[in-house]
């Protein structure tokens, strides 16, 4: 977590891996076409921000918005299904703006349709952060949205507000910022209530806040203040600030960066990594057991990452992305993690150096059984019995 951050021009300026969140309201006219001279002004701000040597990923809503004219929808509001007909036109627009305005500044763009399950479930969470992680190694910008074509009511996010934040702690951004038609948390709504006060700086998201919210608006935005919140505690929970900053003019994160506007700043409550290795050590069961040899109590005791070849032997019944133990030859529990392999594969990779991993299992596989971000040390603990 980035800490003595004091103002939301601070946030921008430290932050080194940032989610920007763009609703529909910004990007879409109400005839549905795209407005393009906003979001080359956006572009030329990504690119300003990655020039800073910043990590950007960006959750855009707007294949609604960008689909129901084109299919001849119009206006009225949609059935679920046609929502969905709506998206599935929508997204290659958008994606394809967003690509050309891009290339611009010779920026690849890559596309990501998540659901609710690809954040929640361990193993697909497993799957998204790394192919994320990739692209950002490879210097792409991910272009993530809710895949709305096939998630239905029970499986969905609804808002990227909440999706945002959740790509925000799955890959450990130190910073989300939402984008939207109003600069910040008022204490009542500023258009109703020219009086209401505006916070710069939020500590902690207590009940009182929670009730600043108040009713999501109409139109084309799913989300409002209320799903701000939400995202807001998701994100300051796992250690990631969070901005609200209004996106409506040209460049709105420069001017926030140069300080010329100002955002709320919800600042984060606790360390990313900390926050992830305490939800890796505190609430999951474990499904199999992995006994290592001494080298590798060592290696896991400096920090690293566990490899095959310090397996020697494993137990249990689970699956790449599972909950593991982590044992020394009496038995004694080292460590817990996330598994990067089946189990019959680790039967087969056991004190393989990771080099011998693709001749072994056929395939080119990760270098580590478990990888020292999956991992937590939870102590010599005896063994039961
Ligand atoms: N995923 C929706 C879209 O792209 C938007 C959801 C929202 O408004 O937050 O149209």
Known sequence: MISGINSAHEALEKAKRIVVKIGSALLVEDNGAIRSKWLDALADDIAALRDQGKEILIVSSGAIAVGRTHLGLGLKSL?????????ATG???????????????????SQILLTL???????????????????????????????DTIATSEIRFGDNDRLGARVATMIGADLLVLLSDIDGLYSDDPRKDPDATYFSVINAI???????????????????????????????????????????????LMAVANGQKRASLFLANTAPQAARKSWIAGSLKSD????????????LSKGRSLLPAGAVRVAGSFRRG???LIENQSGEELARGLVGYNVEEVALICGKRSSEIEKTLGYEGREELIHRDDLVLTGLKRKKG
């Open 79 to 87: 059935k679920l299904e046609e929502k969905q007909a709506a998206a």
């Open 91 to 109: 997204q290659i627009k958008l994606a394809h703006a967003y690509q050309s305005t891009l290339a611009r500044h010779d920026i690849t763009v």
């Open 117 to 147: 399950e690809d954040t929640e479930g361990r193993r697909r969470h497993l799957n998204a952060r790394n192919t994320i992680e990739t692209l950002l190694k490879l210097g792409a910008i991910p272009i993530i949205n809710e895949n």
């Open 206 to 252: 207590t009940p009182e806040i929670e009730d600043m919210a108040g009713e999501p608006p109409v139109g084309y935005s799913s989300g409002g203040m209320i799903t701000k919140i939400t995202a807001g505690k998701i994100a300051t929970d796992s250690g990631c600030h969070m901005l609200i900053a209004n996106g409506k003019e040209l460049n709105p």
């Open 288 to 299: 199999g057991v992995v006994v290592v040899d001494d080298g590798a109590v060592k290696a």
């Open 322 to 324: 599972d909950a593991i």
